[in-house]
């Protein structure tokens, strides 16, 4: 039991250091043994089946792994904020956006995991409910920020993930940050 646990507390350490990683190095897998490799990429994942592009732009997402002291197995918890870029008169146009926190179902498969699969709390009065029921409690105050501190921490990764797109909007279409 007690390897059982240690295992899965390797594996979450991993996971929150691959947020912490620059994200070119994002298009990451886990093998079974722990390593990492460039096999499954979490941001092309969240363009292609979180991301909306309402106006014809380009999806660019950003996440950072949700603190889970309890993960269940096979789930990877995060935030993620994918937002549409587009541009007009050679300006960078914010097109349609979200920002929500994803659980990723992952499978081991051919010795790495991939991603089989998601889940996103529903909207309005089954939100609540939803985080309840699909992520760890641990990561409740990190998705329904009740204090002044938890606000502050909330407020300043959605910040961070807003630049992170913007970033990566602005070099695709090849401007200058302002």
């Known amino acids: 039991m007690a390897r059982k646990r240690s295992g899965w507390l390797s594996f979450i350490v991993i996971i929150l250091l691959i947020g912490c990683q620059p994200k070119e190095q994002d298009g990451i897998s886990i093998t079974a043994s722990g390593s990492i490799s460039q096999v499954e990429n979490i941001e092309d994942y969240l363009v292609t089946n979180i991301g909306l592009s309402s106006f014809g732009g380009e999806v660019f997402c950003a996440y950072e792994p949700l603190n889970a002291v309890q993960g269940g197995e096979g789930k990877i918890y995060l935030w993620a904020l994918c937002q549409e870029y587009y541009l007009e008169q050679e300006s960078l146009i914010l097109g349609s956006g979200v920002s929500l926190p994803v659980t990723l179902r ?44 938890e606000i502050s921490q909330y407020n300043y990764r959605a910040n961070k993930l807003e630049k992170d797109t913007e970033m990566k909007a602005r070099s695709y279409y090849g401007i200058g940050m302002p």
């Open 106 to 149: 992952i499978q081991a498969k051919s010795g790495h995991y991939e991603i089989v699969g998601h889940l996103v709390p529903r909207n309005g009065t089954y939100y609540g409910p939803d985080v309840r029921a699909t992520f760890p409690q641990s990561t409740w105050s990190q998705i329904m920020p009740q204090g002044e501190d």
